[in-house]
């Protein structure tokens, strides 16, 4: 267990310090997780719901992400 959880914070360090180090890099770690996790049809075909569930997690209703990027995507000319 000592040894997970090792990995753990040496792989969290560096996912950090990836996401911190520009906008770039940060962006970049984004399209990443989206492709891995196969949430860009949701984006694609404006499945808010289904890619708020895949993004934040089941309990995303808990701050409607759904209904936030909708009106986000409404609001800059979606």
């Not at 996790?37 to 895949?54: E, I, P």
């Not at 309990?59 to 986000?72: C, F, G, Q, S, V």
């Amino acid at each position: 267990m000592d040894l997970l959880f090792h990995c753990l914070s040496v792989y969290l360090c560096r996912l950090a310090a990836v996401i911190y180090r520009s906008e770039a890099d940060q962006l970049d770690s984004f399209v990443r997780f989206v492709d891995v996790n196969g949430l860009a049809k949701y984006l694609r075909t404006k499945n808010w719901a289904a890619f708020a569930r895949g993004y934040n997690g089941p309990k995303y209703k808990i701050n409607p992400y759904d209904t936030k990027l909708a009106a986000a995507y409404k609001k800059f000319g979606g």
